[in-house]
Each structure stands twice: as C-alpha cells, then as structure tokens.
C-alpha cells in the first residue's frame, strides 16, 4: 500500500512538473513569438542635416566625400523632388509633427509672438513623433539640435554674453516642459538652441541638465554622431524597436572645422564658383537627377563679378573648403552609424531616411556680431572676430563667418536662391532613404514622386502599426496633415499631395496642378510680388509667366490665401 501511494505521489509530481515545464516552454514561445512579432516592426533613425546644399552630397552631383551616404544611396532609394519648409525652426517643427509648421506654433523662429502660428515652440494641439512611437512600444532618442523652443535669455545683453561666453551658467535654455525629454524622447544629448561654437557649444545639455564644460579637442559633430552610436549599442540590446533622431548641425554656420578635414579640399574650390556651380549640374544630368530639358541651370546668382577677377578668391575658396569639411566630417559619422547598426544586428530592418531642413545659407554670419546666440569671446577669454573684410580665414573656434551668397546659389544647383526662401533652392532638399528589409525599389533608385518633411509622421505611424491620437494628455490635437511614403517604398505609385504651400518671413508659394506661385521674403517691401512658373517643365523657375496667366495667378492667390486663414499663417491684422 505504502509503495503503490509512493509511486503514485511520484507520477502526480512528475506530471506536474512535466506540466509545469509545459506551461512555461509555451509560455515562453509564446512571448518569443510576441517579441518576434514586435521586432518585426523596423527600428527608424532620421537624420537631419542642417543648411545642406541640394547637390553638396557626392550622390547628389557634388564634388565633396560623403561615402557613408553615398553608400546609403546606393542600396536605397533617391526623392529628387522633396521638400522642407525653407528654414531650421518650422522644417523641424513639420518634420516632428506631421503639421504645416504654423499649426504646430512655429510660423518663424522661437520667440513667442503670442499669436497662435507663432508661439515659437511646438504647442499642445501637436504631438512629436517621439510621443506618438513611444506609446506604441518604441524607444526613443535624440542627439543634437533641438531649436523648436522658446529661448531663455538675460535681462540685458552684457549678461547675455557672460552666459554665451561660459562665464556664468544658468539652469534652463528654454522652459522645461518644452525640451525633448518632455516630448516624447526618453534620452536626449545636444544643444537646444540653434548656433553653436563647434569647439565649444552654448546651450548643451543631457536630458535637462546642463553640460558645463567639455574635454579637450571636442567637436560637435562628432559627439551628436557618437552619442547616436552609443544610444543604438544600448537600444538593440532591448527587446523594442527604436526610434533616433540625429539632428546635426553641419554644415549651419560659423565655418568651423578640423584641420585635417579642411586640408582635404584646400585646392578643390580655387577653379571658382563659375566651374564648380557648371560640373555640379553636368554630373547631376549624368546620374540622372535632373532632366535638363526641365532643369536647366539658372543663372548664376550676381554673375557680373568672374571667378578671375574676385579679389577675395583666396578668402571664397577657403570659406567653400571649410564647409566641405564641415559636411565629410558629418558624413564619417553616419559611417560610424552604419557601422554600429551593422554590429548590432540591427541594419537590415532599420529605416534610415537623411534629408536637410532647408538649402545652403546665403546669411552674412559675421555681419550679425556677437549677442543672442553668438558669444564674444571663447571660455578661455580669446577674442572671436566677426569680421566683414574678409581678412580671416574661417576654420578655427575664434572667428564666425559663412560661405555667403554666391557660394550658396552653388551648393543649391540647379536652382535658384537658399534658405528662407520659397523658390527652390530654400525648400529642395536631397533625400534618402535606406530599409533593405522594406524598400523593394531597386538599390540606387530615384524616384520623382513628391514628398514632404511633413510626411514622416504618416510613414512612421503606419511602420508602427499604431495611429494617431485626437487626444494628447488632455488637449485635443490637430489632425495630421502628412501622408505616408511607404508606397514610394513599395515601388507603387503614391495618392500624394494635391497642393503644397509654404510661407515663411514673407517668402511663401503654393504648388497646384503643375504650377507655382511663389513670392520671395525680399520682395515684402513691394507688398507680395508674385511670380508664377510652369514648374512641371521649369523645374528651376528660370520663366516667369504671371504676365502671361493673370487668371492662374489669380487663382493660385486666392488659394494660398484660404490656406493661410485655415492654418494659422495670418497674425491678427494681417491680410497676406
């Protein structure tokens, strides 16, 4: 009796240790395969170039290295008509939030104008992509350039220049609540405002401390791309996808780069802006970028000065050296990127899409002097010139200066004018994307279908297999106005936008039907000069027709302006 009920204690045991192993084996499989299905959504990093020319990329027709992304080209695909909002602060905004910039508060830079569309930070009707991707299951993470919240600054612009100077700190760049920690990005590292000294740079922060000093031989470049690497090392090891946004701040002025990167293209711009500007296009026709029978090259931007007779020819060759070296040294790091994404196992199922927040800068830096966001002297009391003559070379952390206008028309070529403007060479910026897992276009594709920074919202979203919300933390938030790229991804053919519009400091265009209507921010004074192309076959807006269509400028006015009254672009008073 003793041994049956010893033999049967046995099996119960055994049974319930056989079910208990059962249980948890199938449990186990069950949550592996939850994870599994989890992973199966990619992990997406967006980086984001700041003031980068249309063609300074190697894979976009220019003369600079860019490897690293040239290889991204290569296996990806190529949007030769995207589009950005023509400056940091709203392209970022758009970008973020699947909103015209207006709607999202940032009309125009980051102080509050206490008007809806220009409260000068990304408001509550708004969510971020960070915020939308982390309910859905994501990490999320930033490095570098914030500039989509209001500024803090001194009392008077003696105290401002201490706190520039690091000769006094302060807590706070801009009000808390507005930095990316708490907008949906769980680590943040970079400078929340938008100029920086390379070498040294105001503003830093980690989540929302503030960095006060930094090592020896620092450059700003390298440790946003550095810390994205870090961030992918420590994200692949969760069982989440992830998120990044690698915000640079190359090329932006002041023209700041390292020794060693300059001397790699000290003899590359001495031909001049006339040759550089004309074997940019032929290489772009070439790779076939640009139609030339819809893209001729415009004319060069004040053209009556020749290469050979600019008595600055040395100060301008350097000046384009410096920003060449700028752009390689953002290039090697997206090469360390890469590189830490492969390692971890994590390169062919992410998306990596690279874009500009606007074209290259024809700003006069060293015309702005030192105050706001410039300091007067560095941490160890050398003067910083800001010299107009151009008897500095730029480079160093001691002088701030920018490759100026001519050379801006270069870096946007085909096109006409830069940033801040609505033609397009302010809003036509290069982009790739790079997804081996997702993209079926063919490795090195272009595509000419048309898209906008404002649809990365829409593309993400559907990548995470979430939605986006009517309701944020209480407030009721605006509907998304982006849509996905992911046909383009697909290889189909895209519903895209019907229209586009733009303003920004008076600069503003509407894009129907084949047609553009477009006035430039230094035509305010004549009270909105609209100039209408046929931008269907004048890619490059080198015919003005409103003369010819007074109807269509009519109709695309009218249209503008009804979008303008429904998206915030009006401040009180205003009629266009």
Not at 88 to 115: Q, V
């Amino acid at each position: 009796m003793g041994k049956k009920n010893g033999s049967k204690t046995k099996m119960a045991v055994a049974s319930l240790v056989f079910g208990v192993i059962f249980v948890t084996v199938f449990a186990f499989k069950n949550q592996h395969k939850k994870i599994n299905v989890v992973q199966k959504r990619p992990n997406i990093v967006v980086i984001l170039a700041d003031d980068l020319g249309f063609s300074d990329l190697g894979c976009y027709g220019g003369e600079i290295q860019t490897p690293n992304l040239d290889y991204l080209a290569s296996k990806g695909v190529r949007f030769t008509n995207f589009y950005n909002t023509s400056r940091c602060c709203p392209s970022r905004t758009s970008l973020l939030t699947g909103l015209y910039n207006h709607n999202a508060g940032i009309g125009e830079m980051t102080t509050d104008e206490h008007f809806p569309g220009y409260r000068g930070h990304i408001t509550k009707n708004a969510v971020t992509i960070a915020e939308v991707l982390k309910a859905a299951g994501y990490h999320t993470a930033m490095s570098g350039k914030w500039h989509v919240s209001n500024t803090v600054v001194q009392q008077n612009p003696k105290e401002q220049l201490k706190w520039l100077n690091h000769q006094t700190s302060h807590p706070l760049f801009s009000p808390i609540d507005q930095y990316p920690t708490n907008r949906g990005f769980e680590k943040y590292f970079g400078n929340i405002w938008g100029v920086v000294d390379y070498f040294d740079p105001f503003s830093l922060v980690s989540g929302t401390m503030p960095i006060e000093s930094v090592p020896k031989n620092y450059y700003h470049t390298d440790a946003i791309n550095d810390t994205a690497v870090t961030y992918i090392k420590q994200l692949s090891k969760e069982n989440k996808p992830f998120f990044l946004y690698v915000a640079e701040t190359a090329p932006h002025w002041p023209l700041m780069a390292l020794p060693e990167d300059i001397a790699k293209y000290k003899d590359t711009y001495k031909v001049g802006w006339e040759a550089v500007r004309e074997a940019r296009y032929k290489r772009m026709v070439s790779m076939g970028l640009i139609d030339s029978t819809k893209a001729m090259l415009s004319e060069r931007w004040k053209d009556g000065l020749d290469w050979k007779d600019n008595p600055d020819s040395a100060w301008d060759a350097h000046a384009m050296a410096v920003h060449a070296a700028m752009v390689d040294r953002m290039d090697q790091g997206v090469g360390r990127i890469i590189k830490a994404l492969k390692e971890s196992g994590q390169l062919e199922n992410t998306l990596i899409v690279f874009l500009s927040d606007n074209g290259a800068s024809a700003e006069n830096a060293a015309a702005y002097g030192p105050g706001f966001d410039r300091p007067s002297e560095t941490r160890d009391g050398r003067a910083i010139t800001f010299r107009t003559d151009k008897k500095v070379l730029s480079g160093p952390e001691t002088t701030y200066s920018s490759i100026g206008q001519r050379w801006a028309n270069v870096a946007n070529t085909p096109y006409r004018y830069w940033k801040q403007e609505s033609y397009e060479g302010g809003i036509h910026t290069p982009m790739i994307a790079f997804w081996p897992k997702g993209i079926k276009l063919k490795g090195g594709s272009k595509t000419q279908q048309i898209g906008h920074v404002m649809d990365f919202m829409a593309t993400f979203i559907e990548l995470a297999k979430t939605s986006y919300p009517t309701n944020y933390q209480g407030n009721t938030i605006t509907p998304m106005q982006g849509i996905s790229l992911l046909p383009i991804f697909k290889g189909k053919t895209r519903q895209g936008h019907k229209v586009l519009f733009n303003e920004h400091t008076g600069s503003k265009y509407v894009r129907y039907n084949g047609w553009k209507l477009v006035t430039g921010s230094r035509d305010r004074d004549k009270k909105s000069v609209w100039h209408l192309y046929h931008i269907a076959v004048d890619q490059t807006e080198t015919h003005d027709l409103a003369a010819k269509y007074p109807d269509k400028v009519a109709e695309l006015t009218q249209m503008w302006k009804d979008w303008a009254v429904k998206n915030k672009v009006l401040r009180k008073g205003e009629k266009e």
